[in-house]
Every structure is written in structure tokens, then in C-alpha cells.
């Protein structure tokens, strides 16, 4: 059974910093690239950041490029989303996911993704 748990969400001032983490169980993990979406009240889901299955392809929403940075370590079958220079805009349910494809390139679309964590609460106060 495959299982996806977040942690690390929270309350933070605006400008602060989080880091998120996800550990994969269950699932050929090193395989698969891995993807964090963010929903906020009233919003659809939306794509933050994915990362190819060995760590080397790495894209960003154009919302958070150069604030956040995915990461992932094989060896413990966990994704980090590390997130400087929170707005508040930023308050959204956070989730992990695995793509559906071995060995594929990371992708934007929720689509792409078959395994999901039950997400985490990161709050960010102006």
C-alpha cells in the first residue's frame, strides 16, 4: 500500500521560512519523479514544484521560483519543498505527489500524479 505523509506546516510571519517533507512508502520511490501542489480557500489545486526522479530537472511555479526549492533524497524516500520568504499568499494546504510514469521528467499537471499525501497547513500571517 502506498503512502505519501507530509509534515512540517505551520504558522508563520510573512518572510519567514518552512520546509515541508514528504516520505514515500510502499512505492519504488527512486523511480518516479515527485510534484508539490498547494490549495488555498476557495482555490483550485495548483502546481508549486516538481522534481525528476534523480533530483537533476527541477521546475517552479513562476509564483514561488527563486523563493522555494524542491529536493528530494532517495536513500530515505523523501521530497522537501524548502520555502524562504513566505507571503501570504502563500496559505495553502501543501500536497506531496508521485507521477504516474517511471522514470519521467518532472510535470506541472495534476493529471501526471496517481499517489497523493493527505496534505499539510501552512499558514502564513502579514
Known amino acids: 500500500q502506498v503512502q505519501l505523509v507530509e509534515s512540517g506546516g505551520g504558522l508563520v510571519q510573512a518572510g519567514g521560512s518552512l520546509r515541508l517533507s514528504c516520505a514515500v512508502s510502499?512505492?519504488?520511490?527512486?523511480?518516479?519523479?515527485m510534484g508539490w501542489f498547494r490549495q488555498a480557500p476557495g482555490k483550485e489545486r495548483e502546481f508549486v514544484a516538481a522534481?525528476?526522479?534523480?533530483?537533476?530537472?527541477?521546475y517552479y511555479a513562476d509564483s514561488v521560483k527563486g523563493r522555494f526549492t524542491i529536493s528530494r533524497d532517495n536513500a530515505k524516500n523523501t521530497v522537501y519543498l524548502q520555502m524562504n520568504s513566505l507571503k501570504p499568499e502563500d496559505t495553502a494546504v501543501y500536497f506531496c505527489?508521485?507521477?504516474?510514469?517511471?522514470?519521467?521528467?518532472?510535470?506541472?499537471?495534476?493529471?501526471?500524479?496517481?499517489?497523493w499525501g493527505q496534505g499539510t497547513q501552512v499558514t502564513v500571517s502579514s
Open positions: 510502499g512505492h519504488t520511490f527512486s523511480r518516479y519523479a
Open positions: 522534481i525528476s526522479w534523480r533530483g537533476g530537472n527541477r
Open positions: 505527489a508521485v507521477d504516474r510514469d517511471v522514470y519521467s521528467d518532472p510535470r506541472r499537471s495534476e493529471y501526471e500524479y496517481d499517489y
